[in-house]
């Protein structure tokens, strides 16, 4: 708050006010109308907000830096002095209204979180502004990676993550998810790179490296920007998707990714076409934070979903999903993030009970719901109840902190609740209506809650009582009377685990027959705490964990390795936490480490040697839990 009032009190440019007329009342009425107040953005569109971006970068892997331009459109009411841009470490070079007319500009007070806001000058009414500028060593969204930090080994390649306030330290834009605008874009890369966005994009390499095409016709919000660079090559796996990745991943991606296509034709079977022409995949090296980022047109995933089975591609059904909960459809802000995420956790899995069944999807929904248990134990432990709410509170902090699992499955759990209250036959066609009424908008809780009393049922009926929306989304942790997810199949792998653990199983009588990887998850979870160290090395001999190939069974038995100190892993975990970047795994198993008296020490040293393979997502959280937990072995 402090800063906002910093920044509407900082210098006016000293332009007469214009007068008010009719004309002038509608166009603002129509302007305000459409937006909320976003406390991570400096932007006030309702004054002046932008529609379109024509961006040019050269790209640079000597210095580590792009050379900007970004020429904005925008629209704003007649009485507009200002727009207001949010920019983040990055070196403004100039402002001109697109042609040789320098424009006024100032940049405000910086904040740790959100940056400076650009304040530019428009009393003139120019058409464009174009804002040339260099990112600089402290642009977060970028990360710059070395040759030997990819798989090839021989270039150097270059990825962004801007979700949730990153888009801001390569762009300069209005950083606001209640914001869309369309661009073009120009990318000049060295020779033998292929550059490829969040857009329209190529499939060959262009031999002089300048890509001159990248069109994204749609509006989408600036955390969806996204760029890569690197040697990448492409790999059709049908008529509208394809596999892009370094050229010694791109063939064991297609195969794992072969069945997208049905995926996008059980999805439109659902909630109505895919709107965004091509669906292709990036799979990024080891480093990506993220399982994956619904970059639209280009998914970025991460390659710790390339299992050999096609067994982690739920996740593709995930980013996929984000393609009408997300992209078309978008949370106004971070505070109703779980409307992004807890719509697409429950679209994930109607998609993936069409293509492999129910009894596959109530697995995935008690893997969520695992996940989300231990969510709400650290968040009640930690006090940050208020986090264990839907409608979030993120003023003032930087939101990718509140950004939980609790987003995902709890919001996933009350969808299902409302789905199961009103019926398939009445939910699915509402649903359906929603994405394409509000396609290209954004949506707060509110305006959702609204919705649905004029859509789907009543304010005081029966349905309404029975669900009791305000216990869901305003309260913390789950309601009474909630129902928690089962499996039959996970019933079974319980029971096997318990007689195991007790000794009342050998471990070559475990019936693996008819398991999944999911199967073996919850196996994992199930003994993780309770396993004892002879058992460890026999589940080893007989299921080779330790070697796993499968990322989130290897990640368990890591963990479980670090609690029980089961030393022939060492060496495993250490390969694993040097070459995989993604947070979902480092954090509980450097938790492990360091919540183990004996490994602490190993823990820090590991994260000493690997952390400049993080990019600066998966970096700020782990530097924070590396920090606050003390040093137990104190070296004398
Ligand atoms: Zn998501």
């Not at 990819?150 to 834009?173: H, M």
């Not at 990024?284 to 979903?305: D, I, Q, Y």
């Not at 956790?345 to 893997?367: A, P």
């Not at 460890?536 to 290897?554: A, C, K, V």
């Amino acid at each position: 708050m402090r800063k906002v009032i910093l920044i509407s009190s900082c210098l006016l440019l000293g332009l007469p006010c214009c007068k008010n007329s009719t004309k002038l009342k509608n166009k603002n009425t129509d302007l305000e109308s459409r937006w909320v107040k976003d406390p991570h953005s400096y932007a006030k569109p309702e004054e002046a907000a932008v529609t379109s971006l024509d961006l040019r970068l050269d790209v640079s892997f000597e210095s580590k830096k792009l050379n900007g331009t970004a020429i904005w459109t925008y629209s704003a009411t007649d009485s507009a002095r200002n727009i207001i841009f949010d920019v983040r470490n990055l070196e403004i070079i100039s402002v001109t209204d697109g042609d040789t007319t320098a424009l006024a500009y100032e940049l405000g007070a910086v904040d740790p979180i959100l940056g400076q806001p650009l304040k530019i000058d428009i009393s003139g009414k120019p058409k464009y502004i174009e804002i040339r500028y260099f990112t600089t060593d402290s642009s977060d969204a970028l990360q710059w990676l070395t040759p030997d930090q990819t798989a090839g080994k021989k270039s150097p390649f270059l990825y962004t993550q801007s979700e949730a306030i990153l888009a801001r330290t390569w762009i300069p834009c209005q950083d606001s998810p209640g914001i869309k605008f369309t661009y073009s874009a120009k990318v000049n890369t060295p020779p033998g790179n292929m550059a490829i966005m969040s857009a329209e994009n190529p499939q060959e390499k262009v031999p002089s490296g300048l890509y001159d095409e990248f069109k994204q016709t749609k509006p989408i919000p600036a955390y969806l920007m996204a760029l890569a660079v690197g040697d990448i090559e492409f790999k059709a796996t049908g008529p509208r998707t394809g596999i892009y990745a370094e050229p010694s991943m791109v063939d064991t991606a297609a195969w794992e990714f072969a069945e997208t296509e049905k995926m996008i034709v059980a999805a439109e079977k659902l909630y109505g076409p895919y709107a965004w022409g091509r669906y292709d995949i990036l799979v990024l090296p080891p480093s990506f934070p993220f399982g994956g980022m619904e970059n639209p047109n280009l998914t970025f995933a991460t390659p710790t979903v390339l299992a050999g089975d096609r067994s982690l591609t739920a996740l593709i059904a995930h980013e996929l999903a984000h393609s009408w909960s997300g992209n078309l459809v978008t949370n106004a802000t971070w505070n109703d993030f779980w409307l992004n995420e807890g719509f697409t956790v429950y679209f994930e899995r109607r998609i993936m009970e069409s293509l492999y069944g129910t009894s596959y999807t109530d697995m995935l929904s008690c893997l969520g719901y695992g996940d989300l248990e231990l969510t709400m134990n650290d968040l009640f432990e930690t006090g940050d109840s208020a986090d264990a709410k839907l409608k979030l509170n993120l003023e003032g902090r930087n939101p990718d902190d509140g950004m939980t699992d609790l987003a995902y499955e709890k919001g996933y759990m009350f969808l299902l609740l409302m789905e199961k209250t009103v019926g398939r036959e009445k939910w699915d066609p509402f649903v359906k209506k929603y994405f394409d009424e509000f396609k290209f908008k954004s949506m707060t809780t509110e305006k959702f809650v609204d919705y649905i009393y004029a859509n789907l049922f009543a304010k005081g009926s029966e349905e309404d009582k029975k669900i009791n929306m305000n216990a869901w989304i305003y309260g913390p942790g789950l309601p009474a009377g909630f129902s928690e997810p089962s499996s039959d199949r996970f019933n079974k792998v319980k029971q096997q685990a318990n007689q195991y653990l007790t000794g009342k199983l050998k471990v070559e009588k475990i019936d693996t027959s008819k398991w999944t990887s999911h199967e073996y998850q919850q196996f994992l979870r199930s003994i993780k705490q309770e396993v004892k160290l002879n058992q460890m090395q026999e589940l080893d001999n007989r299921f080779h964990f330790t070697n796993s190939g499968n990322s989130e069974i290897l990640v368990l038995w890591l963990e479980a390795s670090a609690i029980h100190e089961y030393k022939p892993a060492y060496p495993a975990i250490k390969k694993f936490l040097f070459s995989v970047g993604r947070r979902k795994f480092l954090v509980p198993l450097y938790g492990a480490l360091i919540d183990n008296p004996n490994l602490a020490m190993m823990g820090r040293q590991i994260y000493t040697g690997a952390r400049k393979n993080y990019h600066s997502v998966s970096v700020r959280t782990l530097d924070e839990k590396m920090a606050i937990v003390p040093i137990v072995s104190v070296v004398e």
